[in-house]
């Protein structure tokens, strides 16, 4: 399929920083598929479009199989983690209202340590099979940073949209990808 999974706190304990783990990791795989161009000999395509979703929660996972043996997770934390990332738009990660309490909450617990976050909540989303829920994007400090010679026009951070709803964590620490930091799901993410 078209859609990529991760857990985090799954195989070491992480109490105090799963979420805004997980954060980062959806801030870089959208920064690394919007430096990726979709054609490499015409940058004018554009470079690749993912849209991401992420929820906090308890989860079950097992082998599943006869043949083809797999490891897998079931959940309602499953589930809405992909109605997050079905409902989200292009270059947004979005997450539900305890995904975003949790970053905040973990943010202050280690000292606002690692990449700054901004929640900007998005208001009441109509979820399949859930209702209408409030959910947040998440963005970083600079969503326009990346140098390609694609020439796909982005938004401005002054087009109307979301309105910023707190700027949380204002560490200077590097947002890095780390297996064991995955949580959510989205489309193309890898």
Do not use: W
């Amino acid at each position: 399929g078209d859609c990529y999974i991760g857990v985090s706190n799954l195989v070491d304990s992480q109490p105090d920083d799963h979420v805004s783990r997980m954060a980062a990791f959806c801030l870089d795989a959208i920064e690394a598929a919007r430096c990726t161009l979709v054609d490499e000999e015409d940058a004018s395509k554009g470079t690749v479009l993912i849209r991401v979703g992420f929820d906090c929660g308890p989860i079950v996972g097992s082998v599943v199989g006869t043949n083809y043996k797999k490891y897998t997770i079931f959940g309602n934390t499953v589930n809405t983690a992909s109605r997050m990332e079905s409902t989200s738009a292009a270059r947004r990660i979005q997450c539900t209202k305890a995904a975003a309490a949790t970053i905040k909450n973990q943010l202050k617990e280690t000292g606002d340590a690692g990449p700054p976050l901004r929640l900007m909540e998005r208001g009441e989303v109509v979820i399949k099979g859930k209702g209408r829920m409030t959910t947040f994007f998440v963005a970083d400090g600079d969503p326009f940073s990346c140098t390609t010679s694609a020439t796909t026009v982005l938004p401005s951070p002054e087009t109307p949209g979301p309105r910023p709803a707190e700027l949380i964590g204002t560490g200077g620490g590097e947002s890095r990808v780390t297996s064991d930091a995955h949580l959510g799901s989205g489309a193309g993410m890898v």
